[in-house]
Every structure is written in structure tokens, then in C-alpha cells.
């Protein structure tokens, strides 16, 4: 499950099991080839690998590439911790853990404590990993950014009580599209909004 109902479930996707359950559609998605992720487990056993990606060549002399470079790892790098509490989030349901806000901001922040509070009263948890897969950042204009990635999302929706997957996209799992817009603020990088589309990865 993705981040803020992103994907299925978590994520805060515009077409994200969870997402699109909640309604996270936030836009019109850019197609974008990519390619498949890595393994989930290589995906999340390297912590410094959190900050990986795309991000544009630096120039000999230090210059405006350079830069950029350092602010793209920046943004990778609140990418990454806003998709990963998102999920630890929803294995719980706990839609007020302390992390959520610290990386992601309204109105992905509302959608993504609305749809864990909805899995909540359903009786529901997330269950399994997601391979977040090699994001990119594809634009930055001032104080936001856009950033790519082919997410593997294993992490689908269960009953509580029976451990079962539940009906529909939400308890299955796929390949999907993210493509999420980071806004900067006094606090750095945060995940302000994001969309998933469900079978956009080549």
C-alpha cells in the first residue's frame, strides 16, 4: 500500500487502490515510460539507498548543475520518507502517527489520514511490502517538484479479523504509476499531492 492511499491502499494516487477508493485523484497523470522496480527487499533494506534516483549530472566547476543535483536528492530523499510513512502507517491504521505529518502536507496529508481512518472503521490493515522502485525527478519549478516513480505495490488491504484479502483493487497486488508533487516550505521537501495509474508502467 502506498503512501496516502496511493496505490491500492495507501498511496494518494489518482488511481491507487486506495486511492482511487478515497478519492486521491489529484489531476490528469503524465504517461512516462519506466522501468520495473527492484526487489522489494533490496528496495527497503538499503537505508542509504533511500535517497537514490535520477537526478540531473553536476557540472565540473561546481555550478548551476550541481545544485540542482543536490536539491533533486533533497526532494528524493522526502519522496522516500513520505511513501514510507504512509505505509508503516497502514499496517496500523494510525492515521495520526507523528511521521505523516512531518513528510507530507494537505491535501495529500487529509486524504491519506481519511482513507487509514476508513480502513479503520472497515475492520481492515494493510498487509505485505512495496518496492517504491527508482524514482525520478522529472521538474522543479521554484518551490515544487515533480517526482516519477514504477512502484511494485505488494501491500494490499486485509480483513483484521480473517487475515483475508479484501474485494477488488484494494486486495491486489499490481505495478503502479506514481507520480507525486513535492511543495517546499520552512520545513524542507514535503508530499503535498499524489496520483497513481494502475498498469502505466512499461
Not at 508503516?88 to 494537505?106: C, F, K, N, R, W
Request: aromatic share 4%; with cysteine.
Amino acid at each position: 500500500m502506498n503512501l496516502g492511499a496511493r496505490h491500492r491502499l495507501s498511496r494518494w494516487t489518482a488511481a491507487p487502490r486506495l486511492a482511487v477508493a478515497a478519492g486521491l485523484a489529484l489531476g490528469a497523470l503524465s504517461m512516462a515510460a519506466c522501468t520495473h522496480p527492484r526487489s522489494s527487499a533490496t528496495a527497503r533494506s538499503d537505508g542509504v539507498g533511500r535517497a537514490r534516483g535520477t537526478v540531473p549530472p553536476s557540472s565540473p566547476d561546481g555550478g548551476p548543475s550541481a545544485s540542482r543535483a543536490l536539491e533533486s536528492t533533497q526532494i528524493l530523499s522526502a519522496w522516500w520518507a513520505a511513501q514510507e510513512a504512509f505505509d508503516t502507517a497502514a499496517l496500523t491504521d494510525d492515521s495520526e502517527q507523528p511521521s505523516l505529518a512531518a513528510t507530507t502536507v494537505s491535501p495529500q496529508l487529509d486524504l491519506n489520514r481519511l482513507l487509514l481512518e476508513q480502513m479503520a472503521a472497515a475492520g481492515e490493515l494493510a498487509e505485505g511490502s512495496v518496492d517504491n522502485g527508482h524514482p525520478q525527478v522529472v521538474a522543479i519549478d521554484g518551490d515544487v517538484a515533480t517526482v516519477r516513480s514504477c512502484v511494485h505495490d505488494t501491500e494490499i488491504a486485509v480483513f483484521a479479523a480473517t487475515g483475508q484479502p479484501v474485494p477488488g483493487l484494494l486486495g491486489e497486488k499490481d505495478f503502479e504509476l506514481f507520480t507525486s508533487t513535492m511543495q517546499q516550505g520552512a520545513n524542507g521537501w514535503k508530499l503535498s499531492a499524489q496520483a497513481l495509474g494502475v498498469g502505466q508502467c512499461d
